[in-house]
Structures are given as structure tokens and as C-alpha cells.
């Protein structure tokens, strides 16, 4: 059972990325799927999160407009489209599994994937 996020990449300001969490040995639909980043000296963060029961999805105030969460599950593949990045965005990005979406409770999330480094200059 494992998350494997990648995608990640160094950008420029304005840029855009499209992140990518693939599960194994589950099935994904039947979970939350949560995306969250940690800069370097900073709190992890919740970014945005896709409940698994009626697809309703969750931002962050500081991502909201600009990223967008989504879920594929024949590929059994969550994303997250970053658009418009800043260079506060920078941070490494994981994915996370919960039964419920909680974006200020990382603890709820009991699955994780490795990260992905996303890098934004000015």
C-alpha cells in the first residue's frame, strides 16, 4: 500500500505544474485525498483536498482560484493543477489518504506519499 506524488519541477513565477499522486496496492476512490506542502522551517500545510463520497473539494485561502484537485479513478490517479505560482508556493508536496477531508488535521491522513519539491523564482 503506497502513494507515489510526482511532477514536481522548478518554474517561473506565473508558471504553471500539474502534480500527480498514483496509488498501489488500493484502491483510491474509495478514500479522501488530500494534498498538502511543507517549505523548509514551516508547518506542514493543507493545500486542498477531494472527499471521496460526493467529490466535493477543498482549498486552502492561499491556493484558492489557482489550484484545482481532481481524481481519475480508472488511472487511479489523483491530481492537482497549480496555476499561476508564486514563488511562496515552493514548497515539497505529498499526498495523503484519509477517510475524511481535513486539510488542518494532518494527522487524520494515515497513507502518504514521498513528496515532490515544487520551486518557483521570482
Known amino acids: 500500500v503506497q502513494l507515489q506524488a510526482y511532477g514536481g519541477g522548478l518554474v517561473q513565477s506565473g508558471w504553471s505544474l500539474r502534480l500527480s499522486c498514483a496509488a498501489f496496492?488500493?484502491?483510491?476512490?474509495?478514500?479522501?485525498i488530500g494534498w498538502f506542502r511543507q517549505a523548509p522551517g514551516k508547518e506542514r500545510e493543507g493545500v486542498s483536498c477531494?472527499?471521496?463520497?460526493?467529490?466535493?473539494?477543498y482549498y486552502a485561502d492561499s491556493v484558492k482560484g489557482r489550484f484545482t484537485i481532481s481524481r481519475d479513478d480508472a488511472e487511479n490517479t489523483a491530481y492537482l493543477q497549480m496555476n499561476s505560482l508564486k514563488p511562496e508556493d515552493t514548497a515539497v508536496y505529498y499526498c495523503?489518504?484519509?477517510?475524511?477531508?481535513?486539510?488542518?488535521?494532518?494527522?487524520?491522513?494515515?497513507?502518504w506519499g514521498q513528496g515532490t519539491q515544487v520551486t518557483v523564482s521570482s
Open positions: 477531494i472527499s471521496y463520497y460526493d467529490g466535493r473539494t
Open positions: 495523503a489518504t484519509a477517510v475524511v477531508c481535513g486539510l488542518g488535521h494532518p494527522k487524520i491522513y494515515d497513507v
Open positions: 496496492g488500493f484502491t483510491l476512490k474509495y478514500y479522501a
